[in-house]
């Protein structure tokens, strides 16, 4: 009997054991887990609802896109990336089941912005280009007028004042550039007279900038344009050249995003430029940190979601500052092509 019991008890210990072994583990597996999902994990922003307009960063390494989807389905996409970034782009269209396009605008003729438009312009439909009318000495520059010849067959000069009529109610207007052109700047003139837009939807708004640089800044504010935004797209990735301090203390943006590349070695964004739009109380999201970026709004209210999650600590990094030359031309380098 003794021995039957003890053999019970050493039995009842040993399925304890296994008991607490396999609890531990459980326990151990839930918590990896979660780790590795802590990202997914995160409660999602209470979502838009009502007529819903959506601008989406998307993430084209280093370089330029942007996409606008009203409520009633009209599109607008904002420069295409490098030429390698087509398919990027195109795909994402296709995702957000978009087979053509109302208005497409390069900003400026740098492949950065331009690169991926011939791709695009051959997969999916498009009715208009606004283009900054700068003409660019490069085969990138040649061949996006080739594609627009082939597939739009109309190409629409930017001039400030110029206004779209996307919805009811949602209007794209042009801020600049005007002439006479911006010569001789700092920088890049390419850059300097890059198609400056504005979106309005209710009390939502959002400024695109393209690769503006100082002078593009100073000359808004000289014109008295309309600059106050909820959000800014910083202009030229975040180089320390322009996103000056009294150009944001006019924009006053809640957010600002940058569409900059997580290996660019350009040092974009700059420190300097990050440490502006602290002070300014702007909130930062980046495409090399977040991934795609997209923006609901629906005229009283907006949510801003990201495919990844970053730091605090990540997002008001700036990185090592660089050459700064982000056209990512096939040209030799000239003051003028960057
Ligand atoms: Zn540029
Ligand atoms: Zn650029």
Redesign the pocket.
């Known amino acids: 009997m003794r021995a039957g019991q003890r053999r019970r008890q050493s039995q009842g210990g040993w399925r304890g054991g296994l008991l607490i072994v396999g609890g531990l583990g459980l326990v151990a597996t839930a918590v990896w887990f979660l780790w590795q999902f802590r990202d997914r994990l995160t409660p999602a922003p209470t979502p838009i609802t009502g007529k819903v307009l959506y601008v989406h960063a998307i993430d084209v390494g280093q370089g330029d896109s942007y996409l606008i989807v009203t409520p009633e389905r009209k599109t607008v996409l904002i420069d295409a990336g490098l030429a390698e970034s087509g398919a990027r782009v195109t795909a994402f269209l296709r995702q957000q089941k978009i087979s053509s396009l109302d208005l497409v605008i390069a900003?400026?003729?740098?492949a950065?912005?331009i690169g991926g438009m011939g791709y695009v312009l051959e997969a999916v439909s498009v009715k208009n280009v606004l283009d900054s009318g700068q003409e660019h000495t490069t085969l990138t520059y040649r061949r996006m007028l080739e594609a627009v010849k082939k597939h739009v067959g109309r190409l629409t000069i930017a001039k400030a004042g110029q206004q779209f009529n996307l919805d009811n109610g949602i209007v794209l207007s042009v801020l600049g550039p005007r002439q006479p052109w911006l010569q001789n700047v700092s920088g890049?003139d390419?850059?300097a007279n890059?198609v400056v837009v504005r979106l309005d939807y209710g009390n939502f708004s959002m400024l695109f900038t393209?690769?503006a640089e100082d002078e593009t800044e100073d000359r808004l504010l000289a014109d008295g344009a309309p600059l106050q935004a909820t959000v800014l797209k910083v202009a030229?990735h975040g180089s320390r050249h322009s996103t000056k301090d009294r150009f944001l203390r006019e924009v006053k943006p809640t957010i600002a995003i940058i569409s900059c590349g997580a290996t660019n070695r350009y040092g974009h964004p700059t420190q300097a430029t990050l440490d502006r739009l602290k002070r300014v109380g702007a909130t930062v999201y980046r495409t090399d940190l977040h991934g795609d970026i997209t923006i609901a709004a629906n005229g009283t209210e907006y949510a801003v979601t990201t495919a990844r999650q970053a730091t605090p600590a990540d997002i008001w990094r700036g990185r090592q500052p660089g050459t700064d030359n982000?056209?990512g031309d096939e040209m030799p380098r000239q003051r003028t092509g960057?």
Do not use: I
């Not at 900003?107 to 740098?110: D, F, G, V, Y």
């Open positions: 900003t400026h003729p740098h950065d912005h890049s390419l850059n890059s393209g690769d030229h982000d056209s960057r």
